[in-house]
């Protein structure tokens, strides 16, 4: 270890949530500007870019202290940095596939702060279904004009940058033809139309490209590579991007553990929330062992591989399980808004948990396209070529 960044990030943390918290308690964690903001610390912090090349702005530790940096913000329960995605995914993307023009312009921004990015992958029609991208771009002088719609794009509203999939080769279908692009959003043709949630926030987009140009210098890797840059980071979302939630999923099952313990239940019911209990205690701990065989890969210089996928799948089906654990727990204190305040603003923070996690069996992947990937790759099983293609 170079330095000791964790008796580095230690005492930052402990100093700097106590600030922090005087205007964003924990129940602010999931808001955009508590977000925005934690984002601006992590950067002024010179705590981004961890693993980076130091002569890319990076500080040159090796990926197991960006680990446990990760697994230290998720015990302080600090908030998501609202540029997350660029941080985990397209920063190690850029650093593997992306030329040194790309690096230099597009990793100071990440590092910075001071350019969001957001994921056009999802389109109307396709779920999970990479390999049947619509998305086109045909061939212009010095680039490419790209028309096409994707949808459930996070904080494509925030977001200078996207890096999307689109096909470039015409007539090519499946995993062929693909390209993987950097899409600057503020380009004339751009439109952004927010998506209500259940939760009343809107952090989902759809995002309509009419006639975008995009250069040639904005394309990683070869055109008609965008597959597998695509599927490597797929990897890196599913793993690394993942570790810090796992973390916090081990907090909300203590909580429940401490609802159950207040709640006032005959036997009977007592005896099946405890049986609940057990059972995601059990997944819980299957789910911390699954963590450090990825962690022990990633930490080799690896990529998380398929275990990523095992991991996504086990995190997020039991996350759904452990949060409606805690609502169920919560009795009549359970049916406020997901804005409540004053005396329900604990309640009103599971409740908004439990409708987010609706949607984490479907971001990064649904849980049936993991199925796939783990059937397939691992398995052995042969491929259904009535299901969706990863």
């Known amino acids: 270890m170079k330095q000791d960044i964790v008796a580095e990030a230690t005492s930052w943390l402990e100093k700097t949530l106590a600030v922090f918290r005087e205007e964003f308690p924990a129940h602010a964690n999931p808001s955009q500007p508590c977000r925005i903001r934690w984002n601006a610390l992590l950067c002024d912090a010179d705590l981004v870019a961890l693993t980076w090349p130091e002569e890319l702005g990076g500080r040159g530790l090796p990926t197991s202290d960006l680990i446990a940096f990760h697994e230290l913000c998720a015990k302080h329960g600090a908030p998501q940095p609202i540029n997350s995605?660029?941080?985990?995914?397209?920063?190690?993307?850029?650093?593997?596939?992306?030329?040194?023009?790309?690096?230099?312009?597009?990793?100071?921004?990440?590092?910075?702060?001071?350019?969001?990015w957001c994921q056009g992958y999802s389109e109307p029609g396709s779920g999970s279904d990479l390999a049947s991208v619509r998305t086109r771009a045909a061939r212009v002088d010095g680039g490419w004009l790209v028309n096409g719609h994707k949808i459930w794009t996070t904080q494509a509203h925030l977001a200078r940058w996207c890096f999307a999939l689109v096909r470039t080769e015409p007539g090519s279908v499946g995993h062929r033809g693909l390209s993987f692009m950097l899409v600057d959003m503020k380009s004339p043709g751009v439109r952004v139309e927010p998506i209500r949630q259940l939760t009343g926030e809107a952090d989902y987009n759809e995002v309509f490209f009419e006639n975008v140009h995009v250069t040639d210098d904005n394309i990683v890797g070869e055109v008609g590579e965008g597959w597998r840059i695509a599927m490597a980071a797929a990897e890196f979302e599913r793993g690394?991007?993942?570790?810090?939630?796992?973390?916090?999923?081990?907090?909300?099952?203590?909580?429940?553990?401490?609802?159950?313990?207040?709640?006032?239940?005959?036997?009977?019911?007592?005896?099946?929330?405890?049986?609940?209990?057990?059972?995601?205690?059990?997944?819980?701990?299957?789910?911390?062992?699954?963590?450090?065989?990825?962690?022990?890969?990633?930490?080799?210089?690896?990529?998380?591989?398929?275990?990523?996928?095992?991991?996504?799948?086990?995190?997020?089906?039991?996350?759904?399980?452990?949060?409606?654990l805690q609502l169920d727990l919560l009795g009549d204190r359970g049916g406020v808004g997901p804005e409540a305040e004053g005396e329900y603003t604990e309640a009103a923070a599971v409740v908004r948990e439990f409708l987010w996690s609706r949607a984490e069996t479907i971001v990064a992947g649904t849980s049936e396209i993991q199925r796939n990937i783990i059937a397939e790759r691992i398995l052995g099983l042969p491929k259904d070529k009535n299901a969706n293609a990863n």
């Open 85 to 116: 995605i660029a941080h985990s995914i397209l920063a190690p993307t850029l650093l593997q596939f992306g030329t040194d023009t790309q690096k230099s312009r597009f990793l100071p921004g990440i590092r910075a702060g001071t350019e969001v």
């Open 240 to 324: 690394i991007y993942f570790l810090p939630r796992v973390v916090q999923l081990e907090h909300e099952l203590h909580r429940a553990q401490m609802l159950l313990e207040d709640a006032k239940l005959n036997a009977s019911d007592a005896s099946s929330y405890r049986s609940r209990l057990l059972d995601v205690r059990d997944s819980c701990q299957v789910i911390r062992w699954r963590v450090e065989k990825v962690v022990s890969q990633v930490a080799a210089g690896k990529t998380p591989g398929t275990g990523g996928a095992i991991l996504k799948l086990l995190w997020s089906e039991t996350r759904q399980k452990v949060v409606e």
